[in-house]
């Protein structure tokens, strides 16, 4: 994370197990009704893991290729289970985001996620102006992101 960098977090319980809400949260579906967005993986075969690449695209493709320039991302951490980060790169702008999945004394999950902007162009002077603003709008992903956890959950099919 560079000085320029924006992160902001946020903490989600649902009644799911772990194993549940990682395959609503961590593996990538060609596309996810809940955000809207397709995912075409890069082209390296085999279980998705620290290295996987892949593009994201907004609605649904159906089987066409995403438009160029569309947001390249790469998986940069993976535990399965516990915790998977992703990197999306923009043109103007660099998002990384961490979920970190947990036990709950109650059997569910504790969801926590972070959100990282990072500019990848313009002047300091701009980037310090924008600062307040640049951080709402982190945590405003943040938080409807973490809001859409349990329709992300809700379909996952049973014992999938």
Partial sequence: MTAASTSCSGVREVPQARSEVWRALAVLEPYCAVCDVSYVMGEAAGAPGVGTTFVCAPGRLDG??????????????????????????????????????????????????????????????????????????????????????PAHVARVPDGA
């Fill in 64 to 149: 066409g290729p995403p438009a160029p320039g569309a947001p390249q991302g790469e998986i940069v951490d993976w535990e399965p289970t516990r915790l998977v980060t992703t990197r999306l790169v923009l043109t103007p702008e660099t998002w990384t985001t961490r979920i970190e999945l947990a036990d709950t004394d109650a059997g569910g999950t504790r969801v926590a996620m972070t959100i990282t902007h990072e500019p990848t162009g313009g002047s300091r002077v701009v980037r310090r102006l924008q600062r307040g603003a640049l951080r709402r709008l982190v945590q405003r992903t943040v938080d409807a992101e973490l809001d859409k956890v």
